[in-house]
């Protein structure tokens, strides 16, 4: 019975599905009940639809002004910050984040300024790096993928990293290249509320109609199928370790580009001298920043990694008193919810003590008790893959390090991880430690922080968020930040001796926009020619 | 018996093969005759040495100093050129490639011209795209990948894409990422000299020693073990198809990064004006174009795409009688003459017609004559996939197309290449077609060319030796071209709120360098806080 579904945007237009499989619809994670509307599950009918809109569509989208895109992303934004109490009292209800500060306060402003800072990106040309070599005739710059994204978006953004919304999307769209947005079905409502204005803004700008698609929810085999369809031109993914894996296998077998941004327990070093300093205002850090969204952040501090001794244990204690303090927190979903048991259950099974905190939460819904463990040097290294999976919660592993050295086996035991933080005293104590650890821990993250936690991603363009295997699937590219973001959705174009006037306008001998370009070497806004 | 067999460069010295499964000679493909010294096929414990060996440098040699790795490169390529000469021998001997004008008058002075401006890369920075945004305090970088790369070095060009002196050696150098070259078993003797060559200018150089080193050969499934292995960061690949996708695959399963260049049919494209005005002096373009290193260039002209008709015809009966002329190509192995025949066999059970040449030579030796074959447009679409395989060698396929509409039907059909071809006249005849055909063939290439054959890969900054799948892995990376090969080994790294003195050098507030760096949008090579 597909026609009581809610529908989904196909091929240009809201349709009901063509062949849904089923229907679900959100849970309320403050009682675990679902509620509202039903979402069609889509099948391959709704697939081949929206592939093969999304491929007609391909052409125009990559020789569509750029000037155009910008306006349908600043379109976009104004009207998603018009309707931004509607929306986050709707996404409220769908995962248990609070209206404000939460969403009014930080991810809707978030999301909007994203997508205007990608219209930036569209009119800059930021991201296309044009590269000329006068003396070989040959001039390149990135160009479109001239296949369309799929995007699949995560659970615990339902704004800022929403497929329909979140940064995969405006860095593909910016790319003129189309977006087949598969939503997090924890949020579905909000994800049709934003794609309804995505569509809006869509027709006024005038751009191909089925540049913007969304389904709901694709049975798993099928996501599967769609991740490596040759059709694809790249896959966007940020979820968890496992479906991501399954994604990239799929992807990766049909030469579709898979970006996803998959895990990581991001871990904080405590130097002595700043422990010396400040250990109680330290552990109050950590509290904060691991329980902030319910610790259900991909940049969520889940490792701590400190010294055994005086200094270490009056953090140790400090933190233990807050997490047993912590209110309880609500988490995103039921299987959340039993991930995070599980994923504290291997912790103890693998070595860790529990120091305060765990269990279920009295309150129903999916509520759980913020837990803080800690496992001493000599076991994590004996169990280090186990000890650093990622629990997507407010769980802190603290590990205690016997001395330097064990310091220093322990980060080089660490998987590739989203950040690494070092907090270190600013006098000298800590440096000859900092030069010995940092280096070391430096290879192993995308983002390499000082003296703050690791919560909080800021869309820039010296942002990483992504990082070595297997955090992210490519450590040269990051999820977040214009122009970089946009670049995973680029194909380089080179021109060998094609003539001026076949040239695309920004690689021609004339500039008259004064784009930024390298002409022989030198970062330029000149036009050719025109001398040094 | 590996005492006699020729010494591996394991873990910075040469060393008999540990374990070698057997020995094997080069061919000289004059006679079809194995020559010279035996060479190891390496086991388990040779390439569980290298890769320990690489991983032991990694750290030392991504602090290295840069002008230590260009001085390295420019020793290296100092030293190729001194021993030229006996270096042409040697190759032309396990190659069949003449040693004038191919090695000394092109490739010998390409490669050391290329290591030289992998030195100028390293010098200048450029490839690192250094990114400071002052508002977030955040700054950013691309660093080396963390971990060592594996080279394996296709049969075609025993120096510019030998892996241990072509562009992907000289790349991942830049991005001080230690190398295991595994040199392509036709040309061993020649690999040797270079690595001695190499080894000695490392030394000199005050590297890690075992910053490169080089096997002959291993047996496929440790091939396939070394590509899947996560001590590897990165597999960097030129070679078949088959191969090609088998690494990947292996690579791709361990979140190994797997860059290859794989094959291309590098369609070219001539336009009725062009046709018009030189049909005859295009056939010899294609002629020369095709046969040129007995075909065996990535970038070898194998699909022109023409119309029928007069003009048509009259290129087709030109090109006709050169390839019948054509003197016998010398290919490079036994195994390249077996590929190329079946090749001819498949293009011809698909439904091509040859229009001469095509068998084996009479000289004996590897030797074949060049072929010219013909489909019409109708029989290609039917069997499209069939038709563009890569034959490897001096073979062309000629595809005749009924009208407009056909061809750009044709167009669509292509897999992704390297490069594409059209051959238009610039007085406007030909421009309507022009603009239906090139962005339908831009967006299937790596790189579009005007008016000239595809073979001759300059080494730009706005080179794209790469495409679209299955032409190459990755559309946005080139194999050939500094800076952008480089960034294939770097790692994209984020300093968020690290104090100045922590940072690089090269993303400190100072910049005394004056290297070009984008702060808050401009690119300039000014200090952090110094104004517009």
Same mark, same amino acid.
């Given at each position: ?422 907090? #270190? /005293?600013?006098?000298?104590? %800590?440096?000859?430690?900092?030069? *010995? !650890?940092?280096? +070391? @821990? $430096?290879? &192993? ?44 959705? #680029? /194909?380089?174009?080179?021109? %060998?001796?094609?003539?001026?006037? *076949? !040239?695309?306008? +920004? @690689? $021609?001998? &004339? ?22």
């Amino acid at each position: 019975m597909t026609g009581a579904a809610a529908p989904v945007l196909l091929a240009g237009e809201w349709r009901q599905s063509l062949d849904a499989a089923g229907t679900f619809r959100a849970d309320d994670p403050d009682r675990g009940e679902a509620f509202g509307d039903a979402f069609p599950i889509s099948g391959e009918r709704d697939l081949e639809t929206a592939i093969a809109a999304a491929t007609a569509v391909t052409e125009e989208l990559a020789a569509a002004d750029p000037a155009r895109i910008a306006g349908f992303l600043e379109g976009y934004a104004d009207a998603i910050e018009a309707n931004r109490e509607a929306l986050a009292e709707l996404a409220q209800r769908e995962t248990g984040l609070p209206v404000s500060p939460r969403f009014l306060g930080a991810e809707i402003p978030r999301t909007c300024g994203q997508l205007r800072l990608a219209a930036q990106a569209a009119r800059s040309h930021g991201w296309t790096l044009p590269t000329i070599d006068t003396g070989n005739g040959l001039r390149s710059w990135l160009a479109p993928l001239g296949k369309p994204a799929l995007v699949l978006g995560p659970a615990n953004f339902p704004f800022a990293f929403n497929a329909i919304a979140g940064s995969d999307f405006a860095s593909a769209l910016v790319a003129r290249t189309a977006v087949i947005a598969k939503a997090h079905p924890g949020h579905p409502g909000t994800s049709r509320e934003l794609a309804r204005l995505a569509h809006a803004a869509l027709l006024a700008s005038g751009l191909p109609a089925a540049s913007v698609q969304l389904l709901y929810q694709l049975p798993a085999p099928l996501g599967l199928r769609a991740a490596g369809d040759p059709r694809i031109g790249a896959v966007a993914f940020t979820g968890s370790r496992v479906a991501g894996q399954a994604l990239k296998a799929a992807a990766d077998a049909a030469g579709v580009l898979f970006y996803g941004e998959l895990s990581s327990v991001n871990p904080v070093l405590m130097l002595p001298g700043a422990l010396a300093d400040r250990a109680g205002a330290l552990a109050q850090e950590l509290l904060a920043s691991c329980t902030l969204g319910a610790g259900q952040f991909c940049t969520n501090p889940g490792l701590v990694l400190l010294p055994e001794g005086v200094q270490g244990d009056a953090f140790a204690d400090a933190a233990r008193r807050g997490f047993a303090d912590a209110p309880e927190a609500l988490l995103l979903s039921r299987g959340g919810l039993q991930h995070l048991r599980s994923a504290v259950d291997a912790l103890i099974a693998a070595g860790a003590m529990v120091l305060a905190g765990g269990g279920d939460g009295s309150g129903g819904g999916f509520r759980c008790r913020p837990a803080l463990l800690t496992v001493d040097g000599d076991r994590f290294l004996a169990n280090a893959p186990a000890l650093q999976q990622e629990a997507f919660g407010p769980v802190t592993l603290l590990v205690r390090a016997r001395d330097p050295a064990q310091m220093e086996a322990i980060v080089r035991v660490l998987e590739g991880q989203l950040t690494g933080t070092v907090y #270190a /005293a600013d006098d000298g104590r %800590d440096d000859a430690l900092y030069d *010995r !650890l940092a280096p +070391l @821990l $430096r290879a &192993r993250v995308g983002r390499l922080i000082g003296n703050r936690m690791p919560t909080g991603v800021a869309v820039s363009a010296a942002m990483n968020h992504g990082g070595p295997w297997p955090s992210a699937s490519h450590p040269g590219f990051t999820a977040v930040g214009m122009p970089a973001a946009i670049r995973r959705f #680029a /194909a380089l174009h080179s021109y %060998d001796h094609v003539p001026d006037a *076949r !040239l695309p306008a +920004l @690689l $021609r001998d &004339r500039n008259p926009g004064g784009i930024a370009r390298q002409i022989d070497g030198r970062w330029t806004d000149a036009d050719v020619g025109a001398g040094a």
